[in-house]
């Protein structure tokens, strides 16, 4: 199988998602079936692009998930001021809304910058401890961001922007999250419309996406449905579900998301060396 006609698209979660994430690659490339350093394309939204980029720097899932699992090893989060409950009605009232991408895009922007209520430049300093050192890894990533007016920007190394700026505001996840600005432009979290923008590796052969959360229907598209349909999608167990609890931004939560994230990595080793015939 060719190298370039694979894709991995690495979904948004919270820290849960970057746990069960992490955990599911661990397994995964433990068996054999998948390195994410050997695939063609890669791409990460939000929690996604952050596993994403600490993976391919260190060269091991392996390594990543041990380092979620030990406590004393994972980096320091940065806790966000206002609790998930308290912004996330807001947050689906904009969803739940007639209007246009463009309005909703202004309306959470105003949310971040009303609700937030964290320092710009210590939330990008928690983001910049996820990965080793602001330095795009080799291969062919992209990491997605929601710019103001509402359109979809893709972060590359020849985007021009820094791996921590793209990654910072790829994580801005509306309401609990400052806006980030780059080069002018302010930019939400990159799963705010889409948690997998899965579309964006439809010029791949095979396709692997991990799914921590599920998509919102309201912004379903054919292209979209068209790659996912068709590729191996490893979504969290029921019992992982359960034990990502009912805050996937508390800290403490991922190295037990890592754990069933290794358990459904695990459980998807038979589908994903069917498709890479490893």
Known sequence: MAQESTAV??????????GWTIGALAALQECGVLRLDSVGHVIGTSAGAAVAAAVLQA?????????????????????PAVALADVFPDVMAVHGSEDSVAVKTERLIRLSRERSGVDPSLRRDAVARRVERDCWPDGRFDITAVRADGSRTVFSRGSGVGLVD????????????????IDGEDYID??????????????ADQVIVFQPMPELPAYASAERQEVLD???????SERARVGF????????VRGVAAVLGYEDGLAAVEAVAALTGR
Not at 61 to 77: H, P
Not at 230 to 236: F, N, S
Request: hydrophobic residues 40%; charged residues 25%; proline residues 7%.
């Open 245 to 252: 609890g009912s805050d996937p931004f508390d800290p403490d």
């Open 190 to 203: 990159g799963g705010t419309f889409s948690l997998t923008n899965a579309e964006l590796a439809r010029d």
């Open 9 to 18: 698209v690495l979904g948004g979660g919270g820290l849960a998602g970057i």
């Open 166 to 181: 793209a990654l910072t505001a790829s994580c801005a996840v509306p309401g609990l999250w400052p806006v980030v600005r």
């Open 230 to 236: 068709r590729a191996v999608v490893i979504e969290p």
């Open 59 to 79: 060269g091991s899932a392996g390594a990543e998930y041990d380092r979620a699992v030990r406590k004393t090893r994972r980096n320091r989060e940065l806790a």
